[in-house]
């Protein structure tokens, strides 16, 4: 499976930014895809993740409010919207994805249960 994400930029507080992501390959009909992030000098940190069994979506506490993910079930695309972007959002989101959902909500802010990961793009929201 591939990801390719794109829509990063340089925007101001308070602003919006979308990024999308595509997923090409073998993908499943169950696929799992989703975002983290990494500022510099930081662990990657869990998003949002959308799970296309039921159209379920979980967010990080940290974006709940402001932050949107979508998905396309046809065409293997996942979306996040962002609202009212902090400086604290700025980093490198990378997209990433799973073949099938998991056993609970709980495992998906663990970056070790996604097998397949999208080079970056680089968001920065200046003060």
């Known amino acids: 499976v591939q990801l390719v994400e794109s829509g990063g930029g340089l925007v101001q507080a308070g602003d919006s930014l979308r990024l999308s992501c595509a997923a090409s390959?073998?993908?499943?009909?169950?696929?799992?895809m989703g975002w983290f992030r990494q500022a510099t000098g930081k662990e990657r940190e869990f998003v949002a993740v959308?799970?296309?069994?039921?159209?379920?979506?979980i967010y990080a506490d940290s974006v709940k409010g402001r932050f949107t993910i979508s998905g396309d079930r046809i065409k293997n695309t996942v979306s996040l919207e962002m609202n009212s972007l902090k400086p604290e959002d700025t980093a490198v989101y990378y997209c990433?994805?799973?073949?099938?959902?998991?056993?609970?909500?709980?495992?998906?802010?663990?970056?070790?249960?996604?097998?397949?990961w999208g080079q970056g793009t680089l968001v920065t929201v200046s003060s």
């Open positions: 959308f799970i296309r069994r039921g159209g379920r979506t």
């Open positions: 390959g073998q993908t499943s009909n169950e696929i799992v």
């Open positions: 990433t994805a799973r073949a099938r959902p998991l056993a609970g909500s709980w495992y998906y802010s663990d970056s070790s249960m996604y097998p397949y």
